[in-house]
């Protein structure tokens, strides 16, 4: 059986009650829009709501570390992880270089996966081979801040970055990511859109819901760093509906496949489900932990995309639509940072009670039924780092981590 058809299995039974209707943001206005379009020059939407959730939590942290001084990491030695419009066109630059550095080191363990040629691909083969255990399962948020930090480490010390891994605040460019400076295929951009090719709807959540219309891409990324990118793995469970595209799975997800970068940007996706209304709504109206994290990666039976899902369809395409393969978008860990800041937000609301929330099941098809997720179960990364436990990855400023968000 292949994987793909695993997952509507996993959708059919995942998924918690219908969510209310996000407010709308009065700060998303069409005057800063207009703007943009008669200087040219984009203007990212205000965060205004979530960014006053992340100053107060951020006052938090700094009064809980200070009646807690048991860590070796604190606001003074932290690494400070920023967002992608408030880096220099040079350090947008340093970022896309260490990726496209990582992209042309070999595999460093090419016994594990056959299609893995760069060491960047050994990323996307660790979470191709464990999507069905790290997805709305209790570990989610923990594996995937260990992953994202894993390859903050691999930019720094085999690619000589000196930054630090940059996150794609989605409410800044949720009207219109086409010409924002993560997409406007610009050299300091993350490359543009696909080119235009002929492409039914996009059937994110195999649920039926709300088939994502076409947009304006669909064909190969051809502006930008990463216009000349091989994707190597996949697709495991493609969503693009091209013809050979959406019939192609195959039969060993780690096999040697190697085919353009291909997106389908879509503001229908990001302008309904990654606003900062929408980022402030999950923050400050899901309490519990696994209220949270289900509301954050979607109530697929009623339609509701959440912003782990809205994030990944903005680009869509192949892999950034692939449940499995969507590591292989070089824009995954811009999101998958900011999914990361989110849950950091979250926490510092609450830090006492918020800093060692954890819970829900062990297996992507059966998230409720599954054995429950343990603190002391492992996130093992294979060759990509040391084995931790999920008790270690709760906070940015404890275990291997020393990190925040500004
Ligand atoms: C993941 O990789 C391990 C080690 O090679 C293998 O035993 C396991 O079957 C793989 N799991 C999946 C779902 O591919
Ligand atoms: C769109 O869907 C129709 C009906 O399933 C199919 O015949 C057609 O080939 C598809 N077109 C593309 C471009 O995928
Ligand atoms: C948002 O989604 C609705 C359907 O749920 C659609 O009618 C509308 O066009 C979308 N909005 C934008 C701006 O794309
Ligand atoms: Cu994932």
């Not at 209790?138 to 995937?144: C, E, I, Y």
């Not at 492992?378 to 925040?404: E, K, M, R, V």
């Amino acid at each position: 059986m292949q994987l793909r058809h695993l997952v509507p299995a996993f959708l059919a039974v995942y998924g918690i009650h219908a969510a209310p209707a996000p407010v709308e943001n009065v700060e998303n206005s069409f005057a800063e829009r207009d703007t943009a379009a008669a200087s040219s020059v984009f203007i990212p939407a205000s965060t205004l709501y979530t960014d006053i959730l992340a100053a107060k939590g951020l006052l938090n942290l700094a009064i809980y570390q200070a009646s807690n001084p048991s860590s070796s990491c604190n606001l003074f030695n932290t690494a400070v992880r920023r967002e992608w419009s408030s880096l220099s066109k040079q350090e947008r630059r340093a970022y896309i270089d260490a990726e496209l550095c990582l992209m042309s080191k070999p595999s460093k363990d090419p016994s594990f996966a056959a299609g893995a040629k760069s060491r960047y691909d050994d990323f996307v083969a660790v979470h191709i081979n464990q999507t069905l255990s790290i997805h709305g399962t209790a570990n989610f948020l923990a594996w995937h801040r260990y992953f994202t930090w894993a390859f903050e480490q691999e930019l720094r010390n085999e690619c000589g970055y000196t930054g630090y891994q940059p996150y794609w605040n989605w409410g800044k460019y949720a009207l219109d990511p086409l010409h924002s400076p993560l997409f406007d295929g610009s050299d300091y951009s993350m490359s543009g859109n696909g080119v235009y090719e002929p492409h039914n709807c996009t059937n994110a959540l195999p649920t039926g819901l709300n088939c994502i219309p076409p947009g304006s891409g669909g064909g190969c990324v051809s502006t930008g760093p990463f216009k000349d990118y091989v994707v190597n793995l996949g697709p495991v469970s493609p969503t693009l509906a091209i013809p050979g595209i959406i019939d192609y799975s195959s039969p060993d997800p780690l096999a040697y496949n190697p085919r353009c970068l291909r997106r389908d940007i879509s503001s229908w996706v990001s302008s309904n489900w990654t606003k900062d209304s929408d980022v402030y709504d999950l923050v400050s109206n899901y309490k519990d932990i696994i209220s949270f994290q289900n509301h954050m990666q979607g109530d697929f039976p009623t339609g509701f995309y959440g912003v782990h899902t809205g994030g990944h369809f903005t680009t869509g395409g192949d892999p950034g639509g692939d449940l499995f393969a969507s590591p292989g978008e070089p824009t995954f860990f811009l999101h998958h940072a900011q999914i990361d800041r989110t849950w950091w937000i979250w926490q510092n609301q609450d830090l006492k009670n918020r800093i060692k929330a954890f819970g829900g099941g062990t297996s992507t098809l059966d998230p409720t039924g599954s054995p429950p997720g343990k603190l002391t179960d492992p996130i093992n990364l294979g060759s990509l780092a040391t084995t931790i436990q999920n008790q270690d990855a709760l906070s940015t400023t404890g275990g291997p981590f020393c990190y925040i968000y500004v």
